[in-house]
């Protein structure tokens, strides 16, 4: 059984889940672009899984012909059915891991990946992760939100066919919710959030900015922990993606094209991890002094971090990232100057 326990020496809470252990090819490289038979999100696999909680399709459910699909996760972090109850045992203290892991599945093809996606297609994704989103929300127990990707084998992922998970906790992690705690002093002094501010400044600065499609921009940020970091962000606070109009995702869609196509030239193949930072699903005692004003000084991002490097020891045992490449110059590569 999954636990979330405190981590007092940090004050941070770890996800501990044993059963994760489990999970397919663990340790082992992948053999890239080999689709198999016995693959489980492979289109035509659909009983190898378990029964999809939402799929982009014009036919029955669990049968082939979806444009993307989400299903539950075998190997989950967490799962929705325990009781939201705390343990305590002297100085340790942890919460079961009540919450929501989901497996969306961008692709009906194994050889390929969302780095070789068409507008379309990435659309579907945006729109599937809404759609997925809006539904979490409705289990007011369930608080913050984790979406991200990882691609690749330094990037931590353990299946090779393209996907993307969907964590939602009871709690808010705890770098976050120091987030949340900074932007809104920040809001109250300058009426802007952060990361609204930091967008119009990139803007600004012109020289880490790398794209821009519609109301949303592509930058190298200022100060990137990895090489060719890449965040894009509505130019105008939008606190989440669910919050987006059609046009809005239609721009991002382009936005997200474009930036792998100019880290494909750079890069050719390479692992990432791709997340979004986005305002929590629901208030409780850890967020409500935040939620009055979260559209107005929140805004999502969506952050690509390509895994050139591995992580050592100095950035373990510091929490402090070394990047040996200046953001200014990845910038000036991916636009081709
Ligand atoms: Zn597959």
């Not at 082992?28 to 689709?35: E, I, L, P, V």
């Not at 084998?153 to 998970?165: D, I, L, V, Y």
């Not at 969907?166 to 952060?194: C, D, K, M, T």
């Not at 965040?231 to 995702?249: D, E, F, H, V, Y």
Request: hydrophobic share 40%; charged share 25%; with cysteine.
């Amino acid at each position: 059984m999954s636990e979330i326990r405190l981590d007092r020496i940090h004050n941070r809470y770890v996800l501990i889940a044993p059963e994760r252990l489990h999970r397919p090819s663990l340790g082992h490289h992948f053999t890239k672009n080999r689709a198999s038979s016995t693959c489980p999100f492979c289109e035509g696999n659909e009983a190898l899984t378990p029964k999809e909680v939402f799929a982009i399709r014009d036919n029955e459910a669990n049968s082939p012909f979806w444009k993307t699909r989400v299903v539950p996760n075998l190997f989950k972090a967490v799962q929705i059915e325990l009781e939201d109850i705390s343990k305590r045992d002297g100085i340790f203290e942890s919460i079961p891991g009540v919450g929501a892991h989901e497996i969306l599945i961008d692709s009906p093809s194994h050889d390929t990946d969302i780095s070789k996606f068409d507008k379309e297609s990435i659309e579907n994704w945006l729109r599937t992760i809404i759609i997925r989103a809006d539904d979490l929300k409705n289990d007011k127990r369930l608080i913050s939100l984790c979406i991200f990707k990882n691609y690749g084998h330094n990037a931590g992922a353990t299946q090779e066919h393209p996907h993307t998970q969907l964590l939602a906790l009871p709690i808010i992690p705890r770098s976050e919710l120091v987030f949340l705690e900074r932007n809104i002093n920040y809001y109250h002094r300058h009426g802007r959030g952060i990361v609204e501010d930091t967008v119009y400044n990139e803007k600004m600065a012109k020289t880490r900015v790398i794209d821009e499609k519609g109301s949303f921009i592509a930058f190298c940020p200022y100060a990137s922990s990895f090489p060719f970091e890449v965040m894009i962000a509505p130019t105008k606070g939008i606190a989440s993606l669910s919050q987006c109009t059609r046009k809005n995702i239609a721009d991002l869609a382009l936005l997200i094209r474009s930036v792998f196509e100019m880290l494909n030239a750079q890069l050719g193949i390479f692992d990432y991890n791709l997340f979004f930072q986005t305002s929590p699903l629901n208030t409780n005692f850890q967020t409500e002094k935040y939620m009055h004003n979260i559209d107005k000084s929140y805004t999502f991002t969506l952050r690509i971090t390509p895994r050139i490097f591995r992580l050592g020891g100095f950035e373990i045992s510091t929490g402090m990232a070394i990047n040996s490449i200046v953001p200014e110059a990845c910038a000036k590569l991916l636009r081709g100057d």
